[in-house]
Nanobody, 126 residues
Framework: QVQLVESGGGLVQTGDSLRLSCAAS????????LGWFRQAPGKEREFVAG????????YYADSVRGRFTISRDNDKKTLYLQMNSLRPEDTAVYYC???????????????????WGPGTQVTVSS
């Protein structure tokens, strides 16, 4: 069982930056592929970014590629999402998630993830 807790959300203006963190409780944190998802009101939860065990494989949604950077620190059991050049359409609740995998490669679909944090709100005003 992996417990995840996000932090770092808030209210910012268009063009600003935020850094989200996701702290994990599990000592085997390094054995899980990790991802960030987001869900805006009235919309389905969507994949934002994913990262493999050691960070060798990273995937981004087209909508955030070049603006967001996912990273992880296995020693600190923490996942990060650096978000730059934020836009109003980035407004959503952001979730971190983890899933076990024999390949280490992160999935891009929510259904593959076994453990989820409660989420943190990011609001970008125009």
């Amino acid at each position: 069982q992996v417990q995840l807790v996000e932090s770092g959300g808030g209210l910012v203006q268009t063009g600003d930056s935020l850094r989200l963190s996701c702290a994990a409780s599990e000592n085997s944190f390094k054995d899980y592929a990790l991802g960030w998802f987001r869900q805006a009101p009235g919309k389905e939860r969507e994949f934002v970014a994913g990262i493999s065990w050691l960070g060798g494989s990273i995937y981004y949604a087209d909508s955030v590629r070049g603006r967001f950077t996912i990273s992880r620190d296995n020693d600190k059991k923490t996942l990060y999402l650096q978000m730059n050049s934020l836009r109003p359409e980035d407004t959503a609740v952001y979730y971190c998630a983890a899933h076990a995998t024999v390949t280490g490669v992160p999935a891009t679909t929510a259904g593959a993830y076994q453990f989820w944090g409660p989420g943190t709100q990011v609001t970008v005003s125009s």
